[in-house]
């Protein structure tokens, strides 16, 4: 069965510090996709990215990065210098080819960005 | 702005009421979701539909049931409500309904049971 583990609930730190975010995920299937959402106070889902289990190969978009580990069925998150628009909850998500589109989540982690 | 709307934003009931919820996905999108995001459960899939056809079931109760429209709009009924439907329920859309889709979320409504 599917699962995600956001080991880290609440993380806080001032504003311009790195903060990497941490996603476990176990699955029996070679072919799955991870995503990274953004749950702002407002409460809408706000998607980030999406990687697919056979590209390894690490992401940069501005000030995020994703590190894609199979090894270690590891998917973090790094948030480069972050701002106070950063504070969100960030959940991690797996969707498996055989078990269709649903995504499972993570329990999601509280990012606090104290100026 | 995801393109997604649901509405109500907001709904307050009473146990043993029923009520409505409803969604429209992004233009062109004709896949919908249904998620329930609680404090306890955390984020959970409920069901899933494509083109008017159930694809996909969760943790939907069997007190719950969803349709989705011609026009691809879908609605979420729950019903006998419990205090412990209380929750936030999102609804989700995406082009082809298949496992590498971004599903993008509408805002959610708000449902309190008192």
């Known amino acids: 069965a599917q699962k995600v583990t956001q080991a880290q609930t609440e993380i806080s730190v001032v504003e311009k510090e790195d903060v990497t975010l941490d996603c476990v995920y176990e699955?029996?299937?070679?072919?799955?996709?991870l995503f990274w959402y953004k749950q702002p106070p407002s409460g809408e889902l706000v998607f980030l990215i999406r990687?697919?289990?056979?590209?390894?190969q690490n992401e940069i978009s501005g000030r995020y990065s994703w590190n894609f580990q199979k090894s270690t069925s590891s998917f973090n998150f790094t948030i480069t210098a972050s701002q106070v628009v950063d504070s969100a909850v960030y959940f991690c998500?797996?969707?498996?080819?055989?078990?269709?589109?649903?995504?499972?989540f993570g329990e999601g982690t509280q990012l606090t960005v104290n100026p | 702005d995801s393109g997604v709307t649901q509405t109500p934003k907001h709904l307050i009931t009473a146990t043993g009421q029923r009520v409505t919820l409803r969604c429209s996905p992004r233009?062109?999108?004709?896949?919908v979701y249904w998620y329930q995001q609680s404090l306890d459960q955390g984020l959970q899939f409920l069901i899933q539909?494509?083109?008017?056809?159930?694809?996909a079931k969760g943790n939907i109760l069997e007190r719950f049931s969803a349709q989705q429209f011609p026009d691809l709009h879908s609605e979420l009924n729950l019903s006998s409500l419990e205090l412990g439907d209380s929750a936030l329920y999102f609804c989700?859309?995406?082009?082809?309904?298949?496992?590498?889709?971004?599903?993008?979320f509408g805002p959610g409504t708000r449902l309190t049971v008192l």
């Open positions: 233009s062109g999108d004709l896949s």
């Open positions: 989700a859309s995406s082009v082809e309904g298949g496992s590498r889709d971004e599903q993008f």
């Open positions: 699955t029996r299937d070679t072919t799955y996709y």
């Open positions: 998500a797996l969707s498996e080819l055989t078990s269709g589109s649903r995504l499972t």
């Open positions: 990687r697919n289990s056979f590209d390894e």
């Open positions: 539909y494509y083109n008017g056809e159930e694809r």
